[in-house]
T-cell receptor, first 115, second 112 residues
C-alpha cells in the first residue's frame, strides 16, 4: 500500500510569492491534515480536511489556505510568502469519519525555503 | 500551560539501557495517545498508539497511560544507537473533529 505522497519535496521561493503544495493520502484515507514544523515551534497544526470540507483549523493567518478534492487529495496554498514561512510542511492522512481515533501517517514533507 | 508537554532533552542513555520518555497533557477528555519517532531531516513515524489505561507492549517499546494523572510515557528497552531520534508525543480529544496536538518532542541519544 502506497504511503502519503507529498510534492514537491523541496521548494525555494522569494518573499511575496505564493506557493501550492500537494498531498495524496494513503488509499482509502479520507482525512488529511497539514502541519508546519520549524526548529523553534515544533509541529504546528494548520488545518484538517475531511470529505472536501475543512473540519478543523489552527492559528495561522489567512495567507494559509487549503482544499481537498473528491479523491481525497489535498493542496495547501500560502500567499504573500514571508521569511518566517520557511519550514517543513507535513501532510498526514488517517481514515477519518467514524474511525476518529486512528493514528495519522505522515508524508515525507515539503521543505520550503524563502529567500 | 502547553497542551502537551515533553522534556526537550537531550536524554542520554547508554546502549542496552532502558530509555524512559514522558509526556503530560492538559485536556482531561483526551481519548487517543500516540508516540512518533522523528529522525533528523525526516518526517514523523508512528511507533505506538494507546487508548486505555495501563501498559501496551510492542517489541522493545512499551507505552504507559494514566488518564487520572494525565500522563503518558514510552519505554524503550535494550536501547540501540539507531533509536537516537526525537520522540513526539501526540494527543487527540474525543470526537471526529478533534485535532491531534503534538508536544515539542524529546531528543534521545543512545551512546556506545
Amino acid at each position: 500500500k502506497a504511503g502519503v505522497t507529498q510534492t514537491p519535496r523541496y521548494l525555494i521561493k522569494t518573499r511575496g510569492q505564493q506557493v501550492t503544495l500537494s498531498c495524496s493520502p494513503i488509499s482509502g484515507h479520507r482525512s488529511v491534515s497539514w502541519y508546519q514544523q520549524t526548529p523553534g515551534q515544533g509541529l504546528q497544526f494548520l488545518f484538517e480536511y475531511f470529505s472536501e470540507t475543512q473540519r478543523n483549523k489552527g492559528n495561522f493567518p489567512g495567507r494559509f489556505s487549503g482544499r481537498q478534492f473528491s479523491n481525497s487529495r489535498s493542496e495547501m496554498n500560502v500567499s504573500t510568502l514571508e521569511l518566517g514561512d520557511s519550514a517543513l510542511y507535513l501532510c498526514a492522512s488517517s481514515p477519518g469519519g467514524g474511525v476518529s481515533n486512528q493514528p495519522q501517517h505522515f508524508g515525507d514533507g515539503t521543505r520550503l525555503s524563502i529567500l | 500551560q502547553k497542551e502537551v508537554e515533553q522534556n526537550s532533552g537531550p536524554l542520554s542513555v547508554p546502549e542496552g539501557a532502558i530509555a524512559s520518555l514522558n509526556c503530560t497533557y492538559s485536556d482531561r477528555v483526551s481519548q487517543s495517545f500516540f508516540w512518533y519517532r522523528q529522525y533528523s531531516g525526516k518526517s514523523p513515524e508512528l511507533i505506538m498508539s494507546i487508548y486505555s489505561n495501563g501498559d501496551k507492549e510492542d517489541g522493545r517499546f512499551t507505552a504507559q497511560l494514566n488518564k487520572a494523572s494525565q500522563y503518558v510515557s514510552l519505554l524503550i528497552r535494550d536501547s540501540q544507537p539507531s533509536d537516537s531520534a526525537t520522540y513526539l508525543c501526540a494527543v487527540k480529544g474525543a470526537g471526529t473533529a478533534s485535532k491531534l496536538t503534538f508536544g515539542t518532542g524529546t531528543r534521545l541519544q543512545v551512546t556506545l
